[in-house]
């Protein structure tokens, strides 16, 4: 059975850093895309930071030299490191793996920055 768990959330002070993990178990398909999007109340979900298989990254404008994603292939595992945080951060965060054409989300990770 494939499962996705997100780790990591939590509440912070504007400034404060978080790093966020999410692992998927359960295939032994090798895994395309890695990404995490935010969605805050009331928002649409919003890709945040997307990593392809190679390394390639790509990031929001929005957090651009604040957050870093990152993969460890023979984990199954995505992270992003995020620093600088701001209360236009606070959103729930989800993960997404991509592999054989499918897309596997994680449940949401919840990150409150506070003034």
């Known amino acids: 059975q494939v499962q996705v768990v997100e780790s990591g959330g939590g509440l912070v002070q504007t400034g404060g850093s978080l790093t966020l993990s999410c692992v998927v178990s359960?295939?032994?398909?090798?895994?395309?895309?890695m990404g995490w999007y935010g969605q805050a109340p009331g928002q649409q979900r919003d890709l945040v930071a997307a990593?392809?298989?190679?390394?390639?990254?790509r990031y929001a404008e929005s957090v651009k030299g604040r957050f870093t994603i990152s993969r460890d292939n023979a984990k199954n595992t995505v992270y992003l490191q995020m620093s600088a945080l701001n209360p236009e951060d606070t959103a729930v965060y989800f993960c997404?793996?991509?592999?054989?054409?499918?897309?596997?989300w994680g449940q949401g990770t919840q990150v409150t920055v506070s003034s």
């Open positions: 359960g295939t032994t398909f090798s895994i395309d895309g």
């Open positions: 990593i392809g298989r190679g390394g390639s990254t």
């Open positions: 997404r793996f991509t592999l054989q054409g499918y897309d596997l």
